[in-house]
């Protein structure tokens, strides 16, 4: 008799190279530095919160992760570690949305912090066909962020400067969603934070696959990686931006 189809393996297989990419970076950190494979894996990875396991926090793992990584650290390979990393992908809840995040289609922001708003892009986009950056679905992003800008300006008061970190402003496609005079700001980030997408995102194109060309040029890359620095390991390196909420109220028109 068939299998019964099952969606979310479906779903997690589609995400195999992706989170191959993730593993083989966890063994190489691993192999260098003083961190156990479960260890690096939390720490400099996407995967704790793909495993519906929340936001990484300085505190001790929890039972879940533990069990996982336990597992994975028995395995005798990396194709042993990557079948079990997809399984468990494959029966974890759905991920967690960001406590606090406040959604518009696919950008999110944070409430502000000291008068700083940060902004983030995710592919929510539920129209299929082309990507959510392609040019026939610009209006839609710009009409996105013009309703988030549009909140925040009349129910976020303390909201003064709007900042972003992230690979996307390398970009043409993004940078032309937002006001000219804030990515003109963009200046390389420094250290980076390694548990989203800020930087992961990059090898991921919107069907979930990875990008060939970027992604063999990070794995030849990870014989040189630094573990005390290995946020420089990514071939695009996130870049900060941030302008006066009043560039975005103008740009948009609002008010
Ligand atoms: C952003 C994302 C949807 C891009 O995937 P995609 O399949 O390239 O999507 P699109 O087709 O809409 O991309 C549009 C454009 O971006 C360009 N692009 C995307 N990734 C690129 C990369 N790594 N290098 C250069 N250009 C890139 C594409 O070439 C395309 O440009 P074009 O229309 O001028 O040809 C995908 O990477 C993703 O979902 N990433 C996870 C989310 C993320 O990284 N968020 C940042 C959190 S701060």
Same mark, same amino acid.
């Given at each position: 008799?068939?299998?019964?189809?099952? $969606?979310?393996?479906? +779903?997690? !297989?589609? /995400?195999?190279?992706?989170?191959?990419?993730?593993?083989?970076?966890?063994?190489?950190?691993?192999?260098?530095?003083?961190?156990?494979?479960?260890?690096?894996?939390?720490?400099?990875?996407?995967?704790?919160?793909?495993?519906?396991?929340?936001?990484?926090?300085?505190? &001790?793992?929890?039972?879940?992760?533990?069990?996982?990584?336990?597992?994975? !650290?028995?395995?005798?390979?990396?194709?042993?570690?990557?079948?079990?990393?997809?399984?468990?992908?494959? @029966?974890? &809840?759905?991920?967690?949305?960001?406590?606090?995040?406040?959604?518009?289609?696919?950008?999110? /922001?944070?409430? &502000?912090?000291?008068?700083?708003?940060?902004?983030?892009?995710?592919?929510?986009?539920?129209?299929?066909?082309?990507?959510?950056?392609?040019?026939?679905?610009?209006?839609?992003?710009?009409?996105?962020?013009?309703?988030?800008?549009?909140?925040?300006?009349?129910?976020?008061?303390?909201?003064?400067?709007?900042?972003?970190?992230?690979?996307?402003?390398?970009?043409?496609?993004? +940078?032309?969603?937002?006001?000219?005079?804030?990515?003109?700001?963009?200046?390389?980030?420094? !250290?980076?934070?390694?548990?989203?997408?800020? $930087?992961?995102?990059?090898?991921?194109?919107?069907?979930?696959?990875?990008?060939?060309?970027?992604? @063999? !040029?990070?794995?030849?890359?990870?014989?040189?990686?630094?573990?005390?620095?290995?946020?420089?390991?990514?071939?695009? +390196?996130?870049?900060?931006?941030?302008? &006066?909420?009043?560039?975005?109220? @103008?740009?948009?028109?609002?008010?």
């Amino acid at each position: 008799m068939a299998e019964p189809f099952d $969606s979310r393996r479906v +779903r997690a !297989e589609a /995400y195999r190279d992706y989170v191959g990419l993730q593993l083989r970076f966890a063994e190489a950190l691993a192999d260098r530095g003083d961190l156990s494979l479960g260890e690096a894996l939390r720490r400099y990875t996407s995967l704790h919160r793909r495993l519906g396991l929340g936001n990484v926090t300085a505190d &001790p793992p929890g039972p879940d992760w533990t069990l996982f990584a336990k597992r994975l !650290e028995e395995a005798p390979d990396t194709q042993a570690r990557l079948d079990w990393i997809v399984t468990t992908l494959a @029966a974890a &809840p759905d991920e967690q949305p960001q406590p606090n995040q406040v959604r518009f289609g696919c950008f999110s /922001y944070e409430p &502000p912090q000291d008068g700083v708003l940060r902004i983030h892009f995710t592919n929510r986009d539920s129209e299929g066909g082309a990507g959510p950056l392609a040019l026939s679905k610009a209006a839609i992003r710009r009409s996105e962020l013009s309703r988030m800008f549009d909140h925040v300006r009349r129910l976020e008061p303390e909201a003064k400067i709007v900042a972003g970190a992230s690979w996307l402003y390398h970009v043409q496609a993004y +940078r032309r969603l937002y006001p000219p005079d804030y990515t003109a700001t963009a200046t390389p980030a420094g !250290e980076m934070n390694l548990t989203g997408n800020s $930087s992961w995102g990059q090898f991921l194109t919107h069907g979930g696959a990875i990008r060939p060309a970027l992604s @063999a !040029e990070f794995l030849a890359g990870l014989a040189k990686l630094d573990p005390q620095a290995p946020w420089l390991a990514f071939p695009l +390196r996130p870049l900060r931006v941030s302008a &006066p909420l009043a560039v975005f109220t @103008a740009h948009f028109s609002l008010g």
